[in-house]
Every structure is written in structure tokens, then in C-alpha cells.
T-cell receptor, first 114, second 117 residues
Framework: QQQVKQSPQSLIVQKGGISIINCAYE??????FPWYQQFPGKGPALLIA?????SEKKEGRFTISFNKSAKQFSLHIMDSQPGDSATYFC?????????????FGQGTILTVHP | EAGVVQSPRYKIIEKKQPVAFWCNPI?????LYWYLQNLGQGPELLIR????????DSQLPKDRFSAERLKGVDSTLKIQPAELGDSAVYLC???????????????FGPGTRLLVL
């Protein structure tokens, strides 16, 4: 019940295209859903996050879509650039005694071709 | 503002040897986390500290792993003895505490890459 399932494992898009990564969860206690971006040799860095009281959040070229009833959320990267090539992780956490306990997806390796 | 600092960045040891990792969190962050990241996987939480107190160590293999956070700032994670399967990246992260009103973003350090031979 603690798992967060992420797909696809890898994704190749052309420069200017749209990258879409999907995640699904089971634990209805999750109330915070961040996306992290990780470059080789670096730690994950927060990209964008959403709470379940909204269905969409946009920051620049990055958008999270959230479907509470389906227990799914996705990351959309518009106008993908070669510099976006990295590994992306979705994550989820609940409050209360589970505060801060991020459960990560398996990761998606994104490659953007020039 | 300085980020989370970890050292060493790389460590190669023989199996059965001890190893220690050090983390200095972002100033003002009360919560500190140690994560394990295996190749091609997402990070998995090992232990979480609120100030000096380990509030969640349920995923820490206590037979060989130990951690401490003296004075509620820096932290050390130790493995003794190391096994081949411990080869991974050990990430430290920090954040404001649970009473910070939504400021739960975790900031990760670059990690320590451990290779056990």
C-alpha cells in the first residue's frame, strides 16, 4: 500500500516535444506529491509539487495533473529541451506520524534529442 | 545559501570493513533524513531525525547500520561490517520540521557513492 508506481521506465522525445510521466498510488493518506529531478552524480532536486485539493499545478514548462479519484498523477514537460535530460522521480508522503517519509517511484530516465 | 553537504563523495572498501558517512544539513533545518539509493531505483528512507531524536528508523538495518545526530545538526551514518550488497548511494536530505506550515520540501545532498569489494 506504500508503493508508488511510475511509468515509463525510460522516455525519448525530440526537442520541443512533450514529455509525460505517470504515477499511481494506493495509500489514500498521501497528501503531498512532489516530483524530483536527478542529474548523474547529483542528489534529487525538487521540481514541482502538488496537494490533492487541486487538479493541476503549472510552473513554467512543468505541469502536474492530479486525479484524486483514480489515485494517479502525472508530470508534463512542455517544449522539452536537451537540458531536461535527467531521471525523474515522483514521490508521495502523508502527514502525521508519517511526516517526511517520502515514498519514491522507480524513476523515469528522460532523454531529449536535439 | 549552502546546500546539504556530504562527505566523502566516494568510498571504496573491502567487505567486512567499517565505513562512515557525514552530513551537514542546511542551516535552520530541524529534520534530517538518510536515504539509500540503489542503481536505477528511487531513494528509500533509512532514518529520519527531528533535532537529535530519531523519530523513524524502522527501515534501518540495525544489526549493521547505526546513525547519530549529536547536537541536532550534523549527522553520521555508519555501517559495520559492510557487505557487498551495501554498494549504493547514500543520500542525506534536510527540511524544516513538521510544524513549519507546509515547508516540507526535502533538499538532498549529492550523496556518497559506496562500493564494497
Amino acid at each position: 500500500q506504500q508503493q508508488v508506481k511510475q511509468s515509463p521506465q525510460s522516455l525519448i522525445v525530440q526537442k520541443g516535444g512533450i514529455s509525460i510521466i505517470n504515477c499511481a498510488y494506493e495509500n489514500t493518506a498521501f497528501d503531498y506529491f512532489p516530483w524530483y529531478q536527478q542529474f548523474p552524480g547529483k542528489g534529487p532536486a525538487l521540481l514541482i509539487a502538488i496537494r490533492p485539493d487541486v487538479s493541476e499545478k503549472k510552473e513554467g514548462r512543468f505541469t502536474i495533473s492530479f486525479n484524486k479519484s483514480a489515485k494517479q498523477f502525472s508530470l508534463h514537460i512542455m517544449d522539452s529541451q536537451p537540458g531536461d535530460s535527467a531521471t525523474y522521480f515522483c514521490a508521495a508522503t502523508a502527514g502525521g506520524t508519517s511526516y517526511g517519509k517520502l515514498t519514491f517511484g522507480q524513476g523515469t530516465i528522460l532523454t531529449v534529442h536535439p | 545559501e549552502a546546500g546539504v553537504v556530504q562527505s566523502p563523495r566516494y568510498k571504496i572498501i573491502e567487505k567486512k570493513q567499517p565505513v562512515a558517512f557525514w552530513c551537514n544539513p542546511i542551516s535552520g533545518h530541524n529534520t534530517l533524513y538518510w536515504y539509500l539509493q540503489n542503481l536505477g531505483q528511487g531513494p528509500e528512507l533509512l532514518i529520519r531525525y527531528e533535532n537529535e531524536e530519531a523519530v523513524d528508523d524502522s527501515q534501518l538495518p540495525k544489526d549493521r547500520f547505526s546513525a547519530e545526530r549529536l547536537k541536532g545538526v550534523d549527522s553520521t551514518l555508519k555501517i559495520q561490517p559492510a557487505e557487498l550488497g551495501d554498494s549504493a548511494v547514500y543520500l542525506c536530505a534536510s527540511s524544516f520540521g513538521p510544524l513549519a506550515g507546509g515547508k516540507e520540501t526535502q533538499y538532498f545532498g549529492p550523496g556518497t557513492r559506496l562500493l564494497v569489494l
